[in-house]
């Protein structure tokens, strides 16, 4: 049996975005921390999923070229 590459290994990961994060292909992460995160997301999804174009979010932009006090 070959060992799958990372290609095949991320397009895995990517097929099953579903389970995210569960489907990370390299985590340092406990399992046990990895399906709470996923229940947490399950928990909130009316909260923080909404229709294609009705998202309200608010992007902040790092430019590490700006000078500041």
């Given at each position: 049996?070959s060992?799958?590459?990372?290609?095949e290994?991320?397009?895995?990961s990517?097929?099953?975005?579903?389970?995210?994060p569960k489907n990370?292909?390299k985590?340092?992460?406990p399992?046990h921390?990895?399906?709470?995160y996923?229940?947490?997301?399950d928990?909130h999804e009316h909260?923080?999923f909404?229709?294609?174009?009705?998202?309200s979010?608010?992007?902040?932009?790092f430019?590490?070229?700006?000078?500041?006090?």
């Amino acid at each position: 049996m070959s060992v799958p590459s990372d290609a095949e290994l991320f397009t895995n990961s990517c097929w099953q975005y579903a389970s995210f994060p569960k489907n990370i292909i390299k985590h340092t992460t406990p399992q046990h921390h990895l399906d709470r995160y996923g229940e947490r997301l399950d928990e909130h999804e009316h909260r923080i999923f909404c229709e294609d174009g009705q998202a309200s979010v608010d992007i902040w932009e790092f430019d590490d070229n700006v000078q500041g006090c």
